[in-house]
């Protein structure tokens, strides 16, 4: 298998998710938050970083509501210069339009500092290895930097997945312990 440039993917995987039906859209959703929620990692957690999902990423709001059903503190980023800090939220009540149109938690939430906590990272494509591309930010590869010691899940979609080496790995990225599909 041939490595692909990370603009070859994006744009593949963008068209994709763009195409996606809400109905199909919305039984992968529900598939990918069973799945998670009945990972050890995740039910052992007092706290989980997550991401709130946008542009048809593999939806997050059924399991963040879940997560917090369960008792759990979920925390989500908010974009801090070149840098993300994670806050605790309610709900939906406790976001504001952030960073490139993405929902961020409001300055009113408390600040999370949970080393073990796992995290669920959002990419725009992942491979059998668990490399990732994301957004081309590296926010969460300096995150990861910076706090090396949290668990790493990605979630995405089957079309999200490709062939081992055909992502290209930089030394800087942070690979996925496990990416979660429908």
Known sequence: MEKLEKSEIRRRVKESRLALNKARKTMWDEAICEKVLNMPEIRQAFCV???????????????????????????????????????????????EEGVMGI????SSCLKIYDGDAPVIVPGIAFDLEGHR????????????????GHPRFG????????????????????????????
């Not at 974009?79 to 939906?92: C, E, N």
């Not at 994301?134 to 910076?146: I, K, Q, T």
């Open 49 to 95: 970083y997550c991401y709130i999902s946008f542009y048809n990423e593999a939806g997050t709001g059924k399991l963040i509501k879940s997560l917090l059903e369960m008792g759990k503190y979920v925390a989500v980023p908010k974009v801090a210069g070149k840098h993300l800090d994670f806050y605790a939220i309610r709900g939906k009540k406790d976001l």
């Open 103 to 106: 929902m961020e938690p409001k």
């Open 133 to 148: 591309v994301g957004y081309g930010g590296g926010y969460y590869d300096r995150f990861f930097e910076s706090e090396p």
């Open 155 to 182: 979630i995405a979609y089957d079309f999200q997945i490709f062939e081992k080496n055909q992502i290209p790995a930089e030394p800087h990225d942070k690979g996925m312990d496990l990416v979660i599909t429908p």
